[in-house]
């Protein structure tokens, strides 16, 4: 079991930048896939980046080239970097873990990026 939460959120202009950060409860070492998911008002949630217990990252396409997911395993963290938000990118941000055929989160943290 792994209790995950998240920090960084808040309000930005477009064309800004946050970082958010999830913090674990145990090592993140031997969490097969650790991420950032976000679900905006009336919408599904949906993925936004993931990094695996080998290091392999995925990005959904409508972040690409803006935002980047981290880990530090001595700090039993992941983060996330986002550049150049925009409106669309506004969102309850939740920090996922999957590990054992389980899934965990985080109680969100929100972003607002205002035009």
């Known amino acids: 079991q792994v209790q995950l939460v998240e920090s960084g959120g808040g309000l930005v202009q477009a064309g800004g930048s946050l970082a958010l950060s999830c913090e674990a409860s145990r090592s993140i070492f031997g969490i097969n896939v650790m991420g950032w998911y976000r679900q905006a008002p009336g919408k599904q949630r949906s993925l936004v980046a993931t990094?695996?217990?080998?290091?392999?990252?995925n990005y959904a396409d409508s972040v690409k080239s803006r935002f980047t997911i981290s880990r530090d395993i001595a700090k039993n963290t992941v983060s996330l970097q986002m550049n150049s938000l925009n409106p669309e990118d506004t969102a309850v941000y939740y920090c996922n873990a999957q590990m054992w055929g389980l899934e965990y989160w985080g109680q969100g943290t929100q972003v607002t990026v205002s035009s």
């Open positions: 990094i695996t217990r080998g290091g392999n990252i």
